[in-house]
């Protein structure tokens, strides 16, 4: 091989090199990225959407004028598995419920967690559609024990939701609508209740054994 050929071999292969390399730090640029746009959007102990996300969806679906509802989810009694059996029992038990919810059928269009114990769901459909799927997560929760680590707990939850009843209604109205009806099943211990203006909305209460 003549002196000139050789240069350009070697000019070809450390361009080559190079090219693998630029692409190399490419896909490792592009992995971080998704990395941490996920993490930005997502729940990092149950791997549900976030507080972030969900409120995106949510905003979208109104953008779109699509009938929508909003359910809140709290765990009764949850502080009470952390300081009894530890936080790894307690993060166990929001994957699991989470688990739980993010099985939930159509209509429910995205199962989130919000902060600590408490989860939401975006309905897609009526008034009627939200209220089978309050009810369906009310179920998920309280229907079956829940086994954590080493241990069957038994666990109910308090929910509250709401419908998009006017077309201007923002995210923050549905948060606050569904949130008040949270703590107004809350306050009797558990249930399923709905947002209703105007009057005292009417709870349709279960007891912790599925009564």
Same mark, same amino acid.
């Given at each position: 091989m003549s002196s000139i050929l050789h240069t350009i071999?070697? &000019?070809?292969?450390?361009?080559?090199?190079?090219?693998?390399?630029?692409?190399?730090?490419?896909?490792?640029?592009?992995?971080?990225?998704?990395?941490?746009?996920?993490?930005?959007t997502h729940d990092e102990i149950t791997g549900l959407p976030n507080r972030r996300l969900f409120l995106a969806r949510l905003r979208a679906a109104l953008e779109d004028n699509a009938p929508v509802g909003v359910v809140l989810l709290d765990l009764n009694r949850f502080k009470t598995v952390n300081d009894t059996l530890g936080h790894e029992v307690g993060?166990?038990?929001?994957?699991?419920?989470?688990?739980?919810?993010?099985?939930?059928?159509?209509?429910?269009?995205?199962?989130?967690?919000? =902060?600590?114990d408490e989860f939401a769901l975006l309905v897609t459909g009526d008034r009627d559609d939200t209220a089978a &799927?309050?009810?369906? &997560?009310?179920?998920?929760?309280? &229907?079956?024990?829940?086994?954590?680590?080493?241990?069957?707990?038994?666990?109910?939850? =308090?929910?509250?939701?709401?419908?998009?009843?006017?077309?201007?209604?923002?995210?923050?109205?549905?948060?606050t609508q569904a949130d008040r009806a949270m703590y107004e099943a809350k306050r009797v211990d558990g249930g399923v209740r709905e947002y209703l203006p105007h009057r005292?909305?009417?709870?349709?209460?279960?007891?912790?054994?599925g009564g």
């Amino acid at each position: 091989m003549s002196s000139i050929l050789h240069t350009i071999a070697i &000019a070809v292969g450390g361009i080559l090199a190079g090219l693998a390399l630029a692409a190399a730090l490419l896909w490792r640029q592009q992995q971080a990225l998704h990395t941490a746009r996920y993490e930005a959007t997502h729940d990092e102990i149950t791997g549900l959407p976030n507080r972030r996300l969900f409120l995106a969806r949510l905003r979208a679906a109104l953008e779109d004028n699509a009938p929508v509802g909003v359910v809140l989810l709290d765990l009764n009694r949850f502080k009470t598995v952390n300081d009894t059996l530890g936080h790894e029992v307690g993060n166990d038990l929001l994957d699991q419920v989470g688990r739980r919810l993010a099985g939930l059928p159509a209509p429910v269009r995205v199962a989130a967690r919000l =902060s600590g114990d408490e989860f939401a769901l975006l309905v897609t459909g009526d008034r009627d559609d939200t209220a089978a &799927a309050a009810e369906a &997560a009310w179920q998920a929760v309280a &229907a079956d024990s829940i086994r954590v680590v080493n241990a069957d707990l038994q666990v109910t939850a =308090s929910v509250g939701y709401t419908h998009s009843h006017h077309p201007n209604v923002s995210t923050r109205q549905l948060l606050t609508q569904a949130d008040r009806a949270m703590y107004e099943a809350k306050r009797v211990d558990g249930g399923v209740r709905e947002y209703l203006p105007h009057r005292t909305p009417a709870l349709r209460s279960r007891s912790r054994h599925g009564g």
